[in-house]
């Protein structure tokens, strides 16, 4: 696609439940990044990956979070066990890191996790 | 205290000026960011500044660096209510990892 896409948009799920959100980056960038919006938070970084490998996770809360990329394009965070903390904008970006661009990062519209 | 540091509202008149401010702790960054975000949508790049800049207009847009202070600033001409929205500063911690603020909310009212 022409932009980078977030599924669900929405989702509403009972604590202690799992949920996972898929980001699907714009092709050919190598870099994804997920972050957290909490309403007056702003973003939080939670991991980036550079292709499939994740040189910096020191963004995720806790190990209830996880997040894979899988032939450098698709990406999923889990959260297991989820808690009512968890609440927020899931907000994706990828960006192309070479060839001296100037590493603008491209969003997504985000997956809003609501626990209940 | 945070790495980089916004006011969280502004509140302008429609016509006038509005300047958003930001400061910042990491002075090593090539470049530096405002990104926009619109009610229900995800963060889009508005502008950046190379780092060996002091000013960078674009239009209605002028960003204003000032390096040994620390400090980068947004102003916006002639603000329209279609200019109502979040303004995040960024900038990358390390090499790859953009470090927004909490962002701005822009208010224009007639």
């Known amino acids: 696609g022409a932009g980078v896409s977030q599924s669900p948009s929405n989702k509403v799920t009972e604590k202690g439940k799992d949920v996972e959100l898929r980001c699907d980056p714009i092709s050919g960038h190598t870099a994804l990044y997920w972050y957290r919006q909490s309403l007056g938070q702003g973003l939080e970084f939670l991991i980036y990956?550079?292709?499939?490998?994740?040189?910096?996770k020191s963004g995720l809360p806790s190990d209830r979070f996880s997040a894979e990329r899988t032939g450098g394009s698709v990406s999923t965070l889990t959260i297991q066990r989820t808690q009512q903390e968890d609440s927020a904008v899931y907000l994706c970006?990828?960006?192309?890191?070479?060839?001296?661009?100037?590493?603008?990062?491209?969003f997504g519209e985000g997956s809003r996790l609501t626990v209940l | 205290g945070e790495d980089v540091e916004q006011s969280l509202f502004l509140s302008v008149r429609e016509g006038d000026s509005s300047v958003i401010n930001c400061t910042y702790t990491d002075s090593s960054s090539t470049y530096l960011y405002w990104y926009k975000q619109e009610p229900g949508a995800g963060l889009q790049l508005l502008t950046y500044?190379?780092?060996?800049?002091d000013m960078k207009q674009d239009q209605r847009l002028t960003v204003l660096l000032n390096k040994k202070d620390k400090h980068l600033s947004l102003r916006i001409a002639d603000t329209q209510t279609g200019d109502s929205a979040i303004y995040f500063c960024a900038y990358p911690r390390g090499s790859y990892i953009p470090t927004f603020g909490r962002g701005t909310s822009l208010i224009v009212h007639p």
């Open positions: 970006a990828s960006s192309l890191l070479w060839g001296g661009n100037t590493g603008e990062l491209f």
């Open positions: 500044i190379f780092s060996n800049m």
């Open positions: 990956f550079q292709g499939n490998s994740a040189p910096d």
